[in-house]
């Protein structure tokens, strides 16, 4: 199977969602996915000061083992759809 923008054992994702927690304070859950929104790459930060600067950049290589699968046909459309426009008007360094 080869993957949207496959890169050995990784694979490129963009970033499609920046939520926070509702469980904990000052944790944002960025989700970052494949192009074509069948899978997505989680990644929970916390903010633990104002002075603790962690740059979020529009793209990352995700290891394909840490990839989990979108199913609901809705989100994966999303997903796809954001991800695509993500990739066309940014550099996967690019810092959001």
Do not use: C
Request: zero cysteines.
């Amino acid at each position: 199977m080869n993957m949207p923008d496959q890169l050995d054992d990784n694979v490129r994702v963009w970033l499609v969602e920046r939520t926070y927690s509702d469980d904990e304070q000052n944790l944002i859950i960025l989700t970052y996915a494949t192009t074509d929104g069948e899978q997505y790459y989680r990644k929970e930060r916390a903010l633990t000061s104002f002075t603790d600067v962690r740059d979020t950049t529009a793209a990352v290589n995700a290891d394909l083992d840490n990839l989990g699968t979108v199913d609901d046909p809705d989100l994966q459309e999303r997903y796809a759809a954001e991800a695509q426009r993500m990739q066309e008007i940014h550099e996967p360094n690019d810092v959001i």
